[in-house]
């Protein structure tokens, strides 16, 4: 399976995601190259959202008034 190159959004697209009022928190799917983004609660509704728009396009997440979709809070542990 060929994983596709995914594009960051225009810094314009992401600072207008980024200041949605009462939405923080939520999951936004964008399509890179039109612009088009789809609010979910989570990655997967926001996904099914931006599927049912374009099923051929490749989608770049954020959430709503933080830096990143995910975080990892682990720690390497040796084997």
Known sequence: MKIP???RPSP???KR???LKGKKGMIVAIEP???NW???KNVLEA???GKRK???CTF???RVGYSSAHAHKGGLHRV
Request: hydrophobic share 40%; glycine share 8%.
């Open 5 to 7: 190159k995914v594009r």
């Open 54 to 56: 374009c099923p051929q």
């Open 47 to 49: 996904l099914e959202k």
């Open 17 to 19: 995601v980024q200041s």
């Open 12 to 14: 314009t697209i992401l």
């Open 38 to 40: 789809f609010l979910g």
């Open 60 to 62: 770049y997440f954020v």
């Open 33 to 35: 190259k039109t612009g």
